[in-house]
């Protein structure tokens, strides 16, 4: 009897016109999938199906995050200008637009009764929403850097933010402040999840871990080992028994108590995007380029929890990817006595549920109760029946009705014909069969010109030692240069450790060296503490020549340092260029303070220039100088 397959490619397909920035799976039937795209569209899809059900088109830059509403009959997609736009996929129609982030969304979620979404974007900033009247009730700010993650609880008294500052956040919608900060994870933040049942919070990092916290007692778990890549997303199993961590190529499952990996599946799906469960399967998604991939991963054939170990090893060999520890398991976190969520809906209305949360009554509301104009906002439907069958009526996508995904049927072998013997032919061992190798040489015209001009020119062969000269100078131009470049730095990192920054950034702005400039800067990216007024006022002039350069990777090195500089200054350059000191007092350090935001606000005004240019480019850079264009123009609001 043939093995049963554990996990396999279901379908690729292309999603959209230009670059693919986004997906999203429905997690109530792990049947539906939606995409934001460089072109601005959000497509809807049934997993399995090759083609588009509906279009909806309406924002005005590229798409950067989606998400469905918990039972799939909303759809909000957040944008690169920070825009959301809220669709009901029944109707087909606009429901809401809100606008008040002043950079990409970066993460969405839907509150679990349905009347309010949370964004966290690019701003540093995460926005709940009242979708049916106010708008933007509440802004929380802490986080220093992009929010990549924010999640619900699933009673919905909590939102849990994971930051690209490495830090992990709680806060309580009541009090409308946060309540916690968790700071143990050592790379940005990716995702964050809340158990379905338990008072239990996980978050995954770049740092290749995953953590388990105690939400009773705001505690550490346990952590997983450094798995072999960064973990990009996490889920756990709806009845909570194990958490499914997806990273580059790779699927693990992990348990929290003791933290350790239970199993392992090697995966081709790339950098996956997103992952669900339905009927006994794990569904992956991905995308690359204008495609998405989608995967399957049979859940019976998952190692989930410590006791199928422990049964594994009683009968014989299993398929566990790590050693699992020889002491006794500790009981399931079930008996472990630890909280639950009350997860059922309270008989109140929700104006009573808005009350409860903490609001801001003087910020402006960012939408209105007016009918939205649909006339920019299109939901175009391409395929009627498929659009029926899953979106209309609440006969839906039954997850309990719904067939688990078929496993690709094996290619029958072919018929064998019979071979007939080989024909031996004889080769001359110094030089290869019917291969010219004088067609792969390099050429070189002769001194003599042609006495016929009709004819071409008389070339000759350049002989084996030729061509090895030619190689061996340019190697040694080559060595030339990285020889230089080593020494450069060597005397750049003599500076470094000696701890004097300043002067060893002032040491390679001299050596007008960009590449020097370019390791510089890398290690800097990496180091948001380290930057200052006074390295800004000598680096900008470096970033906007490195802007320029015909070089992608230094292009994009440029753009991660300039982001740094506009998140961390933009409003100290802001507000001392529109307040100057007063001349009636002297305040040395206010003056002198002054003077450097006045340099760096020229030099990001010519960089502005720059990259008002470079913002139609296509690719991944063109989004990336479209982002910088957004920041740039907050120095003038």
């Known amino acids: 009897m043939a093995a049963t397959k554990r996990a396999w490619k279901l379908q690729e397909f292309v999603a959209h016109g230009s670059n693919v920035n986004c997906l999203a799976l429905g997690y109530k039937s792990g049947r539906v999938m939606v995409t934001g795209g460089e072109d601005k569209k959000v497509n809807m899809w049934a997993v399995g199906k090759p083609n588009c059900i509906m279009s909806l088109s309406g924002h005005t830059s590229p798409v950067e995050c989606v998400r469905f509403g918990n039972a799939e009959e909303l759809v909000v997609a957040g944008s690169q200008s920070g825009s959301l736009k809220i669709w009901d996929l029944e109707a087909a129609k606009i429901v809401r637009t809100l606008t008040g982030h002043k950079s990409n969304i970066r993460s969405l979620d839907f509150h679990p009764y349905g009347e309010f979404v949370a964004s966290g974007s690019m701003d540093t900033n995460i926005k709940l929403w009242d979708v049916r009247r106010k708008g933007c009730i509440f802004t929380y700010k802490g986080h220093t850097d992009a929010v990549n993650c924010i999640r619900f609880s699933p009673d919905g008294r909590w939102i849990a933010s994971a930051g690209e500052d490495s830090s992990l956040k709680m806060w309580d919608l009541t009090a409308g402040k946060m309540i916690q900060e968790f700071k143990d994870h050592t790379g940005p933040v990716t995702g964050v999840e809340f158990h379905p049942n338990e008072f239990l919070l996980a978050s995954g990092s770049a740092d290749r871990t995953v953590k388990f916290w105690d939400l009773e007692t705001f505690q550490l778990v346990s952590s997983t080992g450094a798995e072999s890549g960064a973990i990009r997303c996490i889920f756990f199993h709806p009845d909570g028994k194990c958490l499914f961590g997806g990273s580059q190529d790779a699927l693990r499952v992990f348990a929290w108590e ?70 006794p398991v500790k009981p399931p976190m079930s008996a472990s006595g630890r909280r639950t969520f009350i997860t059922e809906r309270p008989p109140t209305s929700s104006t009573k549920k808005a009350s409860e949360m903490k609001t801001e009554p003087e910020e402006e509301p960012t939408a209105s109760n007016e009918p939205e104009d649909d006339s920019s906002n299109v939901a175009q439907i391409e395929n009627p029946d498929d659009y029926r069958e899953v979106f209309q009526g609440r006969t839906k996508i039954d997850q309990s009705k719904a067939k688990p995904y078929k496993q690709p049927a094996k290619e029958p072998k072919a018929k064998q014909e019979p071979v007939k013997p080989a024909t031996i032919v004889p080769a001359d061992r110094n030089k290869p069969a019917d291969l010219n190798l004088a067609e792969f040489l390099p050429k070189r015209p002769d001194s003599a010109v042609s006495a016929d001009p009709r004819r071409p020119p008389v070339v000759q062969e350049q ?20 020889g230089n470049r080593h020494r450069n730095l060597e005397i750049v990192r003599a500076l470094w450790t000696s701890g004097d920054i300043k002067t060893s950034v002032d040491s390679a702005v001299g050596m007008k060296d960009l590449s020097v400039m370019v390791d510089l800067l890398n290690v800097l990216i990496l180091k948001h503490s380290l930057w200052t007024l006074d390295l800004c006022t000598v680096l900008l002039p470096q970033i906007q020549e490195l802007l320029s350069s015909k070089y992608e990777s230094y292009c994009h090195t440029a753009c991660n340092a300039l982001k740094i500089v506009l998140r961390s200054f933009s409003s100290i350059i802001k507000t001392n260029v529109q307040a100057p000191p007063a001349g009636g007092g002297v305040d040395i350090s206010r003056e002198e303070r002054y003077k450097k935001c006045k340099v760096c606000h020229g030099h990001l005004m010519s960089i502005r220039g720059l990259v008002e240019k470079k913002q139609s480019m296509s690719g991944k850079l063109g989004s990336t100088f479209r982002e910088l264009q957004i920041m740039l123009n907050g120095l003038d609001d």
């Not at 410590?306 to 002491?327: H, L």
């Open 258 to 327: 003791p933290g350790r990996c239970l199993d392992a599946f090697s995966m081709g799906w790339g950098k996956v995007a997103d992952i669900s469960v339905a009927s006994s399967q794990l569904i992956g998604a991905s995308f690359s380029q204008t495609n998405v991939s989608v995967y399957i991963v049979d859940l019976n054939t998952v190692t989930c929890s410590p006791s199928q170990i422990k049964r594994a090893q009683m009968s014989g060999p299993g398929m566990v990817s790590q050693p699992v520890p020889a002491e």
């Open 463 to 482: 002989s084996e030692e030729e061509v090895l000269s030619s190689v061996h100078k340019g190697h040694e131009s080559m060595c030339a240069v990285l």
